[in-house]
């Protein structure tokens, strides 16, 4: 735990949230995604913001947080750092994401959105986690 760096934990934990509002933006997936969860913007704007943005960064900082101590061990280097970010977004979160979604029937939209997401988020969490060691 003393080797944790607790604000590159923080830092993580706000790139995760601000690459979920890009990803999720109609500029980039935005429109693909609702159209895969049949929501429309009626629907997102009864929805209780505060908590589910609330929930969603808490969740990034205890995905960080897990991360963090699985790579802040000083004999693992920056680029094994983001090898093994890597392969948990998407060997962990993305596959098992896509195993969910095979089951509820959904789309290879869906899965590609979502699971690239997650992808992206742990590989810029662990470039953030293995450069501020």
Known sequence: MEKINFLAVLAAAVSTF???????????????WMKENNLTDEQLKTTNSAKIFGLSFLFSLFMAFNLAMFVSDPEIDFMMTVIYSLCVGLGWIAFGLAII?????????????????MTIAFLIQGIILGAWK
């Open 18 to 32: 601000l690459i979920g509002g890009l990803w999720y933006s109609k500029a980039l997936f935005g429109k693909a």
């Open 101 to 117: 979604a095979l089951f509820e029937l959904r789309s290879w939209k869906y899965i590609f959105i979502n699971g690239g997401y």
